[in-house]
T-cell receptor, first 115, second 110 residues
Framework: NAGVTQTPKFRILKIGQSMTLQCTQD?????MYWYRQDPGMGLKLIYY???????DKGEVPNGYNVSRSTTEDFPLRLELAAPSQTSVYFC??????????????FGEGSWLTVV | GQQVMQIPQYQHVQEGEDFTTYCNSS?????IQWYKQRPGGHPVFLIQ?????EVKKQKRLTFQFGEAKKNSSLHITATQTTDVGTYFC??????????FGTGTRLTVIP
């Protein structure tokens, strides 16, 4: 199993540009998540999904959109990039709710800089 | 809303010294998880604690869950350079969300 795979690993965006961070998992997990981690800080939940066709907002959803058309894929879209969105983005998945004690598996991260 | 506070934010130790990080919540937790993130890496699951007063060990790492299930600690005995990284606790909120603490960044000086 590859686990959680996210692309791209690094990206520089200009203010106002849009882009999609791709995430796929091959563990047949129901739950998927997008977190952002600002330098030296903890993880903030952006959006999550409990299954195909179902998404919900986390702590910091503004400026982002997600979709979950399949169990495997959970792309994160930035529509109008702003410098405040400069961060490291982690996609993650779990079989069931992480809050219920299920292990969350993280991708390797995507480093995004908005200039 | 529920917050999970971790202290200290940073810790520098000499190799061989012990290290402890603490995680505190204002509300009772159903469970708590611990993750380690190496510099430039991604968080990796270490362990989960569920029961009041639970203690679990992984080699030199000892994890504790408080009796009131509002706090937890991670203790590393005789640190090694391989222990370098940021340690996060994570606690459940509601049915689906897992909230991560602010993390403790450990530096081990050889």
């Amino acid at each position: 199993n590859a686990g959680v795979t996210q692309t791209p690993k690094f990206r520089i965006l200009k203010i106002g540009q849009s882009m999609t961070l791709q995430c796929t998992q091959d563990m047949n997990h129901n739950y998927m998540y997008w977190y952002r981690q600002d330098p030296g800080m903890g993880l903030k939940l952006i959006y999550y999904s409990v299954g195909a066709g179902i998404t919900d907002k986390g702590e910091v959803p503004n400026g982002y959109n997600v979709s979950r058309s399949t169990t495997e894929d959970f792309p994160l879209r930035l529509e109008l990039a702003a410098p405040s969105q400069t961060s490291v983005y982690f996609c993650a998945s779990s079989y069931s709710a992480g809050s219920s004690g299920n292990t969350i598996y993280f991708g390797e991260g995507s480093w995004l800089t908005v200039v | 809303g529920q917050q999970v506070m971790q202290i200290p934010q940073y810790q520098h130790v000499q190799e061989g010294e012990d290290f402890t990080t603490y995680c505190n919540s204002s509300t009772t937790l159903s469970n708590i998880q611990w993750y380690k993130q190496r510099p430039g890496g991604h968080p990796v699951f270490l362990i989960q604690l569920v029961k009041s007063g639970e203690v679990k060990k992984q080699k030199r790492l000892t994890f504790q869950f408080g009796e009131a299930k509002k706090n937890s600690s991670l203790h590393i005995t005789a640190t090694q350079t391989t222990d370098v990284g940021t340690y996060f606790c994570a606690a459940g909120r509601g049915a689906n969300n897992l909230f991560f603490g602010t993390g403790t960044r450990l530096t081990v000086i050889p």
